[in-house]
């Protein structure tokens, strides 16, 4: 069992950055991969970015590519998102997410989910 709370979102300015936290509850953080995900209002939730236990892979959505770092620190069962050059498109609640296996990119491989944290982006 992996519980997952998420920190660091607020209110920032077009052009600004946030980085995201996600503290991981549970002796073995360090098998899972862990994602990031974000759903704005009136949509689906989207995967942002994700990263493999060893942190040795990572993969981002295309419009996360240039923007947006993922890491994660296994010995603190941290994981992180670094958002650089935010948009108002980019306003949305981001949620951390933990999966054992399965394709890194869709909802349904993560088992367990974090409440999420919002992030909003003024013009």
């Known amino acids: 069992q992996v519980q997952l709370v998420e920190s660091g979102g607020g209110l920032v300015q077009a052009g600004g950055s946030l980085r995201l936290s996600c503290v991981a509850s549970g002796r073995t953080f360090s098998r899972y991969v862990m994602g990031w995900f974000r759903q704005a209002p009136g949509k689906e939730r989207e995967f942002v970015a994700a990263?493999?236990?060893?942190?040795?892979?990572?993969y981002y959505a295309d419009y996360a590519k240039v923007r947006f770092t993922i890491s994660r620190d296994n010995a603190k069962n941290m994981v992180y998102l670094q958002m650089n050059s935010l948009l108002p498109e980019d306003t949305a609640v981001y949620y951390c997410?933990?999966?054992?296996?399965?394709?890194?990119?869709?909802?349904?491989?993560?088992?367990?989910w974090g409440q999420g944290t919002q992030v909003t982006v003024s013009s």
């Open positions: 990263i493999t236990w060893r942190g040795g892979n990572t």
């Open positions: 997410a933990a999966a054992t296996g399965g394709s890194y990119y869709l909802k349904k491989s993560y088992d367990y």
